[in-house]
C-alpha cells in the first residue's frame, strides 16, 4: 500500500505530454512574431471558438471572471436590478453582478443534476430582474432552454456561465446547441483545469446573435476605446495574450477527444461503483436526456463525506469539495440578507458533495484503486 504512487485530482502534465509537439511549435511561433497581446492569433482563435460553439460573436479576453465581468457591463445595470442566479457555484458568478452594481437573486438548485432550477428562476422574476445568470455546473448544461421563450417575452438577458462547459449541449427543438449558444451571452474561462484550459489565464465572451453588442465588447476590453486613445465609454484592460490564443487553438483541436475521455471515465465509475455495492452509500451524478455531460468534475453525494474525503487521503487519493459554502452565506454577501435555511437544497448539497479525480487521462487501475478504497470505508 504505502508503494502505491498518489491519485491527484487532476494531472496536467498528462495532458501536456500528449500535445507538448504541437504546442512547443504554436509557442514559438508567437515568440518569432513578438506580438504579444490580442493580434492574428487570438483573431484567430476567436473565429474558431464562433464556429465551434456555433455563435457569431467571440470576443478573448483576460479570464472567466472578465468575461461575466464584461457581459454583464453590456447591459448598463443600475442599483436596484436584479440578475437571478445560482449561490452554488463559484464566486465570480456571483462576485460580478455585485461589481456592476446590481443585486444578486438566488435562486435553488436542483438535488439531482445541482444546476440552477427552472422553476425556483421563474418564482424570483420581478419587475426588476434584468437578466438570468445560469451556470453550466461540472460539465453539465442547466435546461435553461425549457424557459428561453418566457424569459425572453419578459425582457430578460440569459447570460450562460460556461466556464465548466466548453464542449457541453443539449438538443433543442431537434439540433444540438452548446453551452454558450442557448442565451444572448456565454461566458467561458481558459483556467488551465477548466476543459479547454490555457497556461495561464484566459477567458471569452460569446455573443449569439447581436453585432452592436460584439463591437461593444471589442471596446470595454481596451478601457471603452472604438480608436485607440479615443475613449467611448470607461472600459475595463481584459486583453487575451497571443502565447495563450496559440496554446488554445492547438487544445481545442482535442477537445472532441478529451471530452469523450472523460465521458469514459464518467462511465467506468459508474460500473465500478455498481460493482462495490456502493450505490446506497453515494449517489452519482445524474446525466439530463438529451444532453452531453462533459464532466468537468465527477462529483457524487456522499454519505458521512468528510469522513471519506480523510480516509481517501490516507490511500493518497485526493478529492476536493466544490462548493463547501454556498454563495448567500458568504460573509461579503450577508448584506443580501439571507440566511441559513433560505436555499435549503444548495445546502444540503454543500455538506454532501465530494469530487473525485476526473481527467481525460485518468487511468481505469486508479479508478478500481478510488472504488476499492471507497468500499473498504464504508465496508469497515
Ligand atoms: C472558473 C470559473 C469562473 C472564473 O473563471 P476564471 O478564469 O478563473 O476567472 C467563473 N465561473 C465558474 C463557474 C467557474 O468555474
Redesign the pocket.
Known amino acids: 500500500m504505502a508503494n502505491l504512487s498518489k491519485i491527484p485530482s487532476f494531472d496536467l502534465k498528462r495532458n501536456y505530454e500528449r500535445v507538448k509537439k504541437e504546442i512547443d511549435v504554436a509557442v514559438l511561433r508567437v515568440l518569432e512574431t513578438q506580438q504579444f497581446i490580442l493580434g492574428s492569433e487570438v483573431a484567430d482563435l476567436e473565429s474558431e471558438i464562433a464556429s465551434y460553439i456555433g455563435v457569431k460573436g467571440a470576443i478573448g479576453c483576460a479570464?472567466?471572471?472578465d468575461a461575466?465581468l464584461l457581459a454583464l457591463m453590456t447591459l448598463d445595470l443600475k442599483e436596484g436590478d436584479e440578475v437571478i442566479t445560482t449561490p452554488f457555484?463559484?464566486f465570480?458568478?456571483t462576485s460580478c453582478i455585485a461589481r456592476n452594481g446590481a443585486k444578486p437573486v438566488y435562486a435553488d438548485v436542483d438535488p439531482l443534476t445541482y444546476n440552477i432550477s427552472n422553476d425556483e428562476i421563474l418564482s424570483k422574476i420581478t419587475p426588476r430582474t434584468k437578466a438570468v445568470l445560469p451556470?453550466h455546473?461540472f460539465g453539465q448544461m442547466a435546461p435553461i432552454d425549457q424557459i428561453r421563450d418566457t424569459l425572453k417575452e419578459k425582457g430578460i438577458t440569459i447570460i450562460e456561465?460556461c466556464?465548466?462547459a466548453t464542449g457541453a449541449h443539449r438538443m433543442i427543438g431537434g439540433s444540438v446547441v452548446h453551452a454558450g449558444a442557448v442565451g444572448d451571452l456565454g461566458c467561458f474561462?481558459?483556467?488551465p483545469t477548466?476543459n479547454l484550459g490555457c497556461y495561464g489565464?484566459g477567458?471569452m465572451v460569446t455573443v449569439t446573435d447581436d453585432e452592436a453588442r460584439t463591437a461593444r465588447l471589442r471596446r470595454l476590453r481596451v478601457h471603452g476605446a472604438g480608436t485607440t486613445y479615443y475613449h467611448d465609454e470607461i472600459g475595463i484592460n481584459s486583453r487575451l495574450d497571443a502565447i495563450q490564443a496559440a496554446i488554445l487553438r492547438v487544445r481545442l483541436r482535442h477537445l472532441e477527444e478529451w471530452n469523450e475521455e472523460r465521458r469514459i471515465v464518467a462511465e467506468r465509475y459508474a460500473a465500478l461503483f455498481a460493482h462495490y455495492n456502493l450505490l446506497d452509500k453515494i449517489m452519482l451524478p445524474t446525466e439530463l436526456a438529451g444532453g452531453r455531460h462533459v464532466f468537468h468534475q465527477y462529483v457524487i453525494r456522499a454519505k458521512k463525506r468528510d469522513e471519506l474525503q480523510k480516509f481517501l487521503e490516507t490511500r493518497g487519493i485526493t478529492t476536493r469539495i466544490y462548493y463547501p459554502l454556498p454563495l448567500h452565506l458568504q460573509h461579503c454577501f450577508s448584506y443580501l440578507g439571507y440566511r441559513q435555511g433560505d436555499l435549503p437544497v444548495s445546502e444540503m448539497l454543500a455538506n454532501e458533495v465530494l469530487a473525485l479525480p476526473m481527467f481525460p487521462e485518468l487511468l481505469p487501475d486508479e479508478q478500481e484503486r478510488v472504488a476499492a478504497a471507497m468500499a473498504d470505508f464504508y465496508n469497515k
Open positions: 479570464s472567466g471572471t461575466l457555484t463559484f465570480a458568478t451556470v455546473l456561465d466556464a465548466q474561462s481558459f483556467f477548466k489565464d477567458g
